[in-house]
């Protein structure tokens, strides 16, 4: 059976420390891993990966995929309170013309001042 | 350019009645997803769809469901005779049309359905 699973399910942090939220799939037809960020709302774009090893970045926020051993990792640096969240990774996949996500239970990270 | 669109953002029902979800992609998207997030559960994957054309409904509930996209207007997703199991938040996203079989998609602020 698809499956994305996130580790650990929650967290909490002290501003300023550096956090990494895991992702691990098993996933047929894999096409890319998306990370997103949800508060009290839409879930919020992040990241969009397709290759192994290349780094994206976006601030204090990085991630990298490992299509080899099937993971990926959302770092955060220098975190503060407004990071607090649930960050939530999906795996796009299938055959065909088809645009599905499979999403993990989610990473609650609570940062604390 | 304004994202996704969902409408309303709350809707109580009573069992056995229709909800009606809607969702307005952001201008210029052609593909729509619906997903249901369960209270304590991930996202699930309900329907894709694209105008007029239903592209996968694997994820859709085989009776009470149904969505659409018409050629004018937004996105409904129906459910026909709720029950409390009903209960949860209704996700939109819509992606652009794109080279790749998969675009990014972004998601509306959703619609928490509750069935009393």
């Known amino acids: 059976e698809d499956k994305v699973v996130q580790s650990p399910l929650s967290l909490v942090v002290h501003e300023g420390d550096t956090v990494t939220l895991n992702c691990s799939y098993e996933?047929?037809?894999?096409?890319?891993l998306l990370w997103y960020k949800q508060e009290k709302k839409a879930p919020t774009f992040l990241f969009m990966l397709t290759s192994s090893g290349i780094e994206k970045k976006s601030g204090r926020l990085s991630s990298i995929l490992d299509k080899k051993e099937l993971f990926s990792i959302l770092n955060i640096t220098a975190t503060q309170t407004g990071d607090s969240a649930v960050y939530l990774c999906?795996?796009?996949w299938g055959s065909g013309n088809t645009g599905k996500l499979i999403f993990g239970q989610g990473t609650t990270l609570q940062v604390k001042p | 350019n304004a994202g996704v669109m969902q409408n309303p953002r709350h809707l109580v029902r009573r069992r056995g009645q229709e909800a009606r979800l809607r969702c307005s992609p952001v201008?210029?998207?052609?593909?729509v997803y619906w997903y249901r997030q369960l209270p304590e559960e991930g996202l699930k994957f309900m329907v894709y769809?694209?105008?007029?054309?239903?592209?996968?409904e694997s994820g859709m509930p085989k009776e009470r469901f149904s969505a659409e996209f018409p050629k004018e207007g937004p996105s409904i997703l129906r459910i026909q005779q709720v029950v409390r199991g009903d209960s949860a938040a209704y996700f939109c996203?819509?992606?652009?049309?794109?080279?790749?079989?998969?675009?990014?998609?972004?998601f509306g602020p959703g619609t928490r359905l509750t069935v009393l």
């Open positions: 996933v047929t037809n894999f096409r890319s």
């Open positions: 996203a819509s992606s652009p049309p794109t080279g790749q079989r998969l675009g990014t998609q972004y």
């Open positions: 999906a795996v796009g």
């Open positions: 769809l694209q105008k007029e054309n239903i592209i996968d």
């Open positions: 201008k210029g998207h052609s593909h």
